[in-house]
């Protein structure tokens, strides 16, 4: 239960933070920011949300050691364990500011989502199976000899697709639709359009199915539905829709001439009617203000309009915000698994209470993230020395539990040892907290996923030992509880 | 308002009659139609329910002398099928948008819109 807590909670964090970026890159005008550009970055927030990339950091690197057995990957683990390590222990994780909450609030929460989850992918399957159903019925074959199959099959060699594609018509459509996840079916509207592209239609719904959109799309809702308290999820959603259609048209017009590309305008906006059969002709007003509908269209035809290549130069700054975002969301989400709420025994019957182990001073972590916004970008990619000093200590044969106790502050020791003695008893309190015997099953639990799995490398792990440690724990308490404090009250 | 409203039951069971007579009908002959079918309607009820429609968009009317005339805007396959195309659009809109790509993923876009962004393209 911990471990799901633990994992909603990072998952959370992680996507909101990856999200509220892209959120906010929308302060950048769209000609600087492509589509393109913005569309990865918002399927990269997808991944934030849905797999547990911190979480995994950790058993990662409990796996590569106990492959120690042959040199080849010892070799490999060197290289790859010290960075999730110093990922960790560079934004201390060794730091556990626990917030406790009593189990059975714990059970009620965790209820409560998985119903929401359940009910949100219940309600989206019922309206798609409905949809699809409906569609199905209304449909009729595209003769072979037609324009659009023609251009198909012409389009499709062009793309280099081999995978089946289908062609059908209805008369409920009024713009041409993609459905499908395994059999995907180009579907066009029945009723004959003035002024379509055939070869651009396909074209477009083509490079959707190419880039697999229908399953990025599919991945938003999966998200929205495990996520669906997050406001920011939703917001993710919309944004996701709208740059996977801008990025499409990208690619459709990034070669075309200008007159092609006003010729692809029409397209778009002749399939964006209404049906005709009974509209009421009101007279029509130049000069009047368009529809949210109409204007949002219209950012869409300006910015395919404005499609050009981009310089090596806009290149490499786009791809390093994409970095930059990737690196500050995994961040977030290293942090929120060290500060989850801890599950409390509801024995205990305490209500919800701070605790801590150990806290680097300010400047140090300060230093260490902004070294780390450098470093995580690649994941092999690791500060050398750090890296030596991890093997020698995993590697050096005398490593047991009293050696983990001595080289836990031994690997930090501008925090626990300049001041031995701040405050004693201010800390007292705290310690008590921590020291009975139910309490420290709760810490120990607090801390399992992160504490327990590096438990083998000897570096992390200032667990609240009882013994010889304990005075170092008391000491690192204080610091813990002075850094602390302004942020939590 | 680019779509035919939703007629109500009753609506409907008027159109189905007007659509199985010959039009245009006054509503003396619906009158009639309805009182063979057992039906006592007030005059005023049917013109209420007449006009209504002519709001609601599936019918036209045209004056001649003291009565009016009706006719059916579209027929009963025509609204069979709007109705079905807005079972499916609320659904796209609902949440199978999320599901499936579509050229143009907006709201239908209206006549206003049209003409405007149509001007607009043209002039690039």
């Known amino acids: 239960m911990n471990v799901m807590l633990e994992l909603l909670f990072t998952l959370t964090i992680a996507g909101s933070v990856a999200s509220a970026a892209i959120l906010l890159l929308r302060l950048v005008p769209a000609e600087r920011f492509p589509a393109f550009w913005r569309y990865k970055l918002g399927k990269m927030a997808i991944v934030f949300y849905l797999l ?46 626990i917030l406790t909450v009593p189990k059975n609030a714990v059970i009620v929460l ?9 009910l949100f992918a219940a309600w989206q399957l019922y309206g798609y199976i409905r949809f699809t159903v409906v569609l199905r019925r209304s449909q009729s074959a595209v003769a072979a000899n037609s324009e659009a199959a023609e251009r198909l099959a012409a389009v499709k060699a062009d793309l280099g697709i081999t995978s089946k594609v289908a062609l059908a018509s209805s008369p409920l459509l009024q713009s041409p639709m993609l459905v499908g996840f395994f059999n995907p079916t180009i579907y066009l509207p029945a009723a004959s359009i003035d002024g379509l592209d055939w070869d651009m239609v396909i074209r477009h719904e083509l490079i959707h199915l190419k880039r697999k959109d229908i399953w990025v799309k599919a991945a938003s809702l999966g998200i929205s539905a495990l996520h669906w308290f997050n406001p920011l999820v939703h917001l993710l959603r919309q944004d996701l829709a709208t740059w996977s259609e801008l990025s499409c048209d990208e690619a459709v017009v990034k070669k075309m001439s200008r007159s092609e590309r006003l010729r692809y305008g029409q397209t778009i906006l002749n399939v964006s009617a209404g049906n005709q059969l009974l509209a009421r002709r009101l007279p029509v007003q130049f000069g009047a203000s368009l529809s949210g509908e109409g204007k949002k269209l219209k950012r869409r035809l300006n910015a395919m309009l404005h499609v050009k290549k981009h310089s090596k130069k806009t290149m490499i700054l786009l791809l390093s915000t994409v970095m930059m975002v990737a690196a500050v969301s995994i961040i977030a989400a290293i942090w929120a698994s060290s500060v989850t709420p801890a599950v409390a025994d509801p024995g ?18 300060n230093r260490d993230s902004s070294a780390n916004l450098k470093h995580n970008t690649d994941i092999t990619s690791v500060n050398d020395a750090n890296a030596n000093a991890i093997k020698d200590t995993t590697t050096s044969p005398d490593t047991n539990t009293n050696a983990t106790n001595h080289q836990g502050p031994v690997s930090e020791p501008n925090t626990i040892l300049p001041e031995p003695s701040s405050s004693p008893s201010a800390a007292e309190p705290i310690i008590n907290e921590i020291a009975p015997s139910d309490d420290t099953m709760l810490v120990a639990e607090g801390s399992n996923s992160t504490i327990a799995a590096e438990s083998p490398q000897p570096i992390i792990v200032p667990a609240p030992l009882p013994s010889e440690s304990g005075k170092i724990s008391e000491n690192k308490l204080n610091v813990m509880e002075d850094s602390i404090r302004p942020s939590v009250e | 308002m680019n779509h035919v409203q939703k007629l109500s039951d009753t609506e409907l069971e008027l159109m189905e009659e007007i659509w199985s007579c010959t039009p245009p009908v006054t509503s003396t002959e619906l009158l009639n139609v309805f009182m063979q079918k057992g039906r006592e309607w007030k005059a005023q009820t049917i013109s209420t329910f007449l006009s209504r429609l002519v709001d609601k968009g599936a019918l036209t009317f045209t004056r001649n002398g003291r009565t009016n005339q009706y006719a059916p805007r579209l027929s009963r396959e025509e ?13 796209y809109q609902g949440s199978v948008k999320n599901m499936i790509s579509a050229m143009y993923d907006g709201n239908k876009l209206s006549d206003q819109d049209m003409v405007e962004l149509k001007k607009w393209l043209s002039e690039k």
Request: zero cysteines.
């Open chain 1, 52 to 97: 547990p990339v911190t979480i995994a950091l950790p058993r990662i690197s409990v796996i590569s050691t106990l492959s120690e057995g042959s040199a080849l990957l010892r070799d490999k683990a060197g290289l790859q364990m010290p960075n999730p390590l110093s990922l960790s222990n560079l934004l201390s994780i060794t730091a556990k500011p």
């Open chain 1, 110 to 118: 965790l209820a409560l989502w998985a119903a929401g989850a359940l």
């Open chain 1, 348 to 365: 205990t019957g305490d209500p919800i209470k701070l605790t801590g182990l150990g806290e680097k001073d300010d400047n140090e972590s």
């Open chain 2, 79 to 91: 609204y069979k099928l709007l109705e079905t195309q807005q079972v499916l659009d609320g659904l």
